[in-house]
């Protein structure tokens, strides 16, 4: 079935850049997301991006897809404290149903 | 619209007892989700319905759940008897086709049930 990797922990200084990895398995995957996950909050959209691109850019936001690799990134450009979160990647296969990453929790350092 | 609701916000039990979770999904939305979350297993999907229909429920992990969704508006995860590893927060979600294959799932903020 399909499987979607994620580190676990990422700590970043606060005005740096933070990358976000993921590799999945599925190479039939319509549709790639990035989900954030506040402290005792339920997940919400942040962004996502359609198989056939290999890169969108919103804001502080760049989502890069090697398609080839099965590899997906998040990069967050001068990273605030309020980005502090757990950021999950999901992919679909063209249905409703997502299959979810482990999550990667993004930590800020002062 | 408020989002989609759960309750409640956190649930305390003990072994044994039935809990019932409950679920508003946002209206319009056709498909609903519950998944659990825990430190040790991440984000499961239990079960998902399209127009009050169960799709699939390959990820409820025993005949101790189970969920109805007996109108588009109201969705309920019962768990019975619960134990301690049932301990996790519980997210309900909802989504819409949109026809574009892009589906964006709008999470509730989550049941925190623990099971002493």
């Known amino acids: 079935g399909e499987d979607v990797e994620q580190s676990l922990f990422l700590s970043v200084r606060e005005g740096d850049s933070s990358v976000i990895n993921c590799t999945y398995t599925?190479?039939?995957?319509?549709?790639l997301y990035w989900y954030k996950q506040e402290p005792g909050a339920g997940l919400q959209l942040l962004t996502y991006?359609?198989?056939?691109?290999d890169m969108k850019q919103d804001q502080r936001l760049t989502v890069l897809l090697n398609k080839k690799d099965k590899h997906l990134s998040l990069r967050i450009a001068d990273t605030q404290t309020g980005d502090s979160a757990i950021y999950f990647c999901?992919?679909?296969?063209?249905?409703?149903?997502?299959?979810f990453g482990t999550g990667t929790r993004l930590t800020i350092i002062p | 619209d408020a989002g989609v609701i759960q309750s409640p916000r956190h649930e305390v039990t003990e072994m044994g007892q039935e809990v019932t979770l409950r679920c508003k999904p946002i209206?319009?939305?056709?498909?609903l989700f519950w998944y659990r979350q825990t430190m040790m297993r991440g984000l499961e999907l239990l079960i998902y319905?399209?127009?009050?229909?169960?799709?699939?429920d390959s990820g409820m992990p025993e005949d101790r759940f189970s969920a109805k969704m007996p109108n588009a508006s109201f969705s309920t995860l019962k768990i019975q008897p619960s134990e301690p590893r049932d301990s996790a927060v519980y997210f309900c979600?909802?989504?819409?086709?949109?026809?574009?294959?892009?589906?964006?799932?709008?999470f509730g903020p989550g049941t925190r049930l623990t099971v002493t």
């Open positions: 979600a909802s989504s819409f086709d949109r026809g574009t294959l892009m589906y964006e799932q709008y």
């Open positions: 999901a992919e679909t296969t063209g249905n409703e149903k997502l299959t």
């Open positions: 209206s319009g939305h056709d498909y």
């Open positions: 319905f399209n127009n009050n229909v169960p799709i699939d």
């Open positions: 599925d190479s039939s995957s319509t549709y």
């Open positions: 991006i359609f198989s056939n691109m």
